[in-house]
């Protein structure tokens, strides 16, 4: 049985926040909280959907993330004027983490 999207991306936000609650590294694990938010509220709409690349695989550096959610590729639209620059360091940690 599968669970709806909207209760799959809770139930990923919370499994990823208490993973990394439990780490020492709380800087990095508070970006990668916070992209997950960002991710539900901008990204998931495509990236969920299968408009956009599922990500759970993606082999991008954190410095290529960066560079595509703010520029955009491919199809994918630039949020350098719509996110500020914490929000998309914040989700390309969370990508990152998806790895």
Do not use: Q, W
Not at 28 to 37: P, Y
């Amino acid at each position: 049985m599968r669970l709806p999207i909207n209760m799959r991306k809770l139930l990923m936000i919370a499994v990823i926040g208490f993973l990394f609650s439990c780490s020492e590294d709380n800087s990095t694990n508070n970006k990668i909280s916070m992209g997950a938010k960002v991710f539900s509220n901008t990204c998931s709409s495509c990236h969920d959907s299968g408009m956009g690349p599922n990500l759970n695989f993606n082999t991008l550096e954190l410095s290529d993330i960066v560079h595509k959610v703010t520029y955009g590729e491919s199809g994918m639209p630039s949020f350098r004027n719509s996110l500020s620059d914490k929000e998309i360091e914040d989700v390309a940690y969370y990508i990152y983490s998806l790895k």
